[in-house]
Nanobody
Framework: QVQLVESGGGSVQAGGSLRLSCQVF????????MGWFRQAPGKERDWVAS???????TYADSVKGRFTISQGNAKTTLYLQMNSLKPEDTAMYYC????????????????WGQGTQVTVSS
């Protein structure tokens, strides 16, 4: 059973940076698609970024050029470096994992973390 635990959220002023981490427990060695999602109050959960086993990354247009997704060498930690943060980045951020890239991007991933709150003030 894979478990995901996020950390690194907090409050920051606009233009600041945060680095989110997602620790993967129960890693089986299979090649999971992993990603970050976010959900602002009263809004749907949105996909932010994804990474696959070969290191290929994709980003939502709203964060492209500001956020960077990466994995640790053992693929047991997922990161999201967030720079030039804006108030509209305020949300609960979740990491997710699935063996299917389609399921991950559709928001139907098998495994989810509990979320970490990011608040950006203007």
């Amino acid at each position: 059973q894979v478990q995901l635990v996020e950390s690194g959220g907090g409050s920051v002023q606009a233009g600041g940076s945060l680095r989110l981490s997602c620790q993967v427990f129960g890693y089986t060695g299979l090649s999971y698609y992993m990603g970050w999602f976010r959900q602002a109050p009263g809004k749907e959960r949105d996909w932010v970024a994804s990474i696959v086993g070969d290191g290929t990354t994709t980003y939502a247009d709203s964060v492209k050029g500001r956020f960077t997704i990466s994995q640790g060498n053992a693929k047991t930690t997922l990161y999201l470096q967030m720079n030039s943060l804006k108030p509209e980045d305020t949300a609960m951020y979740y990491c997710a994992a699935d063996l299917s890239g389609l399921r991950l991007r559709s928001g139907s991933a098998t495994y989810w973390g509990q979320g970490t709150q990011v608040t950006v003030s203007s």
